[in-house]
């Protein structure tokens, strides 16, 4: 199985739009399949990997890029934290005991990970490992029985050897949490200085471009590049094409300000993702004689859609297996971005 070797390195991808991220979930703790899509993922040759702020998971994201990276540069890693509630860091959680014994149970076939479990399966509710918060089960349990558990990880409650592993931090925030977020970069202080790369994750709200200026002038001076990420609908790309959509207009939104940094879309990114960042005219452009050159998005995460593209179905848990059909598409993804982008 060759390695992907001609992909520039995650800074020059930057620069020349064509970074492509791998996010594994920052509630996913599952770490046989985190390995395997880091393996994967780094053969196809993507730039930056995301994993969740967890010792455990970021040694085993190390492991999978180190055994797909040899001789060739390795994609950075990335952990994501959040400044308050967010619906990227939460679990589901409920009593089975309690359902109905005639319930259809439409939770179960319904996540995608096959988290949930009944006692007569062997185990009871939701495996936590498992489970990265999408929601789904919440909406269709028929007597609203499930519940989110949120969750936030401080940064001075990981070890010091965490953050040596770390190439690059993302802060999830939202539109009205200045305080908040102003109170997590103040917590970061002691640990920004060894990172290459800063994402800022934001939904889209009326003053989304207010807010996100605020934030800009709290993080600067920031001698690491900065990227914009624009969360349209979160933890949905497995779910249809017109999931990408909601990306794409806080993309444009974003472009138009012209904020100081690189803007990259995310949430519910597919495999239809490109072809509507080329119809929609989102790619950089050369400006006319005299003037500037238009901006446009420098890069796309994948989440749902890329751990769906290469999971093997069937058993009781579904797995990322490093196989020559998983990687064809891994890179058959990546290369929509790194290798059209004329």
């Not at 990265?132 to 010091?160: D, K, S, W």
């Not at 933890?235 to 940094?261: C, F, N, V, Y």
Request: proline share 9%; charged share 15%; glycine share 8%.
């Amino acid at each position: 199985m060759p390695l992907l070797t001609d992909v520039a390195q995650p800074l020059r991808s930057l620069q020349t739009h064509q970074w492509v991220k791998l996010i594994c979930g920052a509630s996913y703790q599952d770490v046989t399949t985190i390995r395997s899509l880091a393996t994967l993922y780094t053969l196809a040759g993507v730039d930056c990997i995301d994993v969740a702020a967890d010792p455990a998971v970021v040694t085993v994201a190390r492991q999978g890029i180190a055994a797909a990276a040899q001789g060739s540069t390795p994609p950075w890693l990335m952990i994501s934290l959040n400044d308050s509630d967010d619906l990227h860091f939460r679990k589901a959680s409920f009593d089975p005991t309690h359902c109905p014994p005639d319930c259809p149970r439409p939770c179960v076939s319904l996540c995608p990970t096959a988290a949930i479990r009944f006692p007569a399966e062997g185990t009871q509710g939701v495996i936590p490992e498992l489970c990265y918060g999408c929601g789904r089960c919440l909406a269709i349990c028929p007597i609203g029985h499930i519940v989110a558990q949120p969750h936030q990880t401080l940064p001075e409650t990981l070890p010091g050897e965490f953050w040596q592993q770390v190439d690059a931090l993302e802060i999830h925030t939202q539109t009205g949490r200045l305080a908040e977020f102003q109170r997590l970069w103040q917590r970061l202080q002691p640990y920004l200085s060894g990172l290459k790369l800063i994402s800022i994750s934001c939904p889209d709200h009326d003053q989304v471009i207010p807010y996100l200026e605020d934030l800009y002038r709290t993080i600067s001076p920031l001698p690491q590049p900065l990227i914009w990420q624009t969360d349209g609908r979160p933890m949905s790309g497995d779910l249809g094409k017109g999931t990408t959509h909601a990306t794409l207009r806080l993309a444009q939104k974003i472009l138009a300000a012209q904020l100081p940094g690189y803007v990259q879309l995310a949430g519910g990114t597919n495999g239809y993702t490109v072809t509507k960042i080329e119809e929609l005219g989102l790619r950089p452009q050369a400006g006319s004689p005299g003037a500037p050159p238009r901006p446009g998005v420098a890069g796309i995460a994948y989440g749902s859609y890329a751990r769906h593209l290469v999971i093997t179905p069937g058993g009781d848990r579904p797995e990322a297996v490093v196989s020559a059909a998983s990687l064809e598409k891994a890179r058959w993804l990546v290369s929509q971005l790194k290798y059209n982008n004329n």
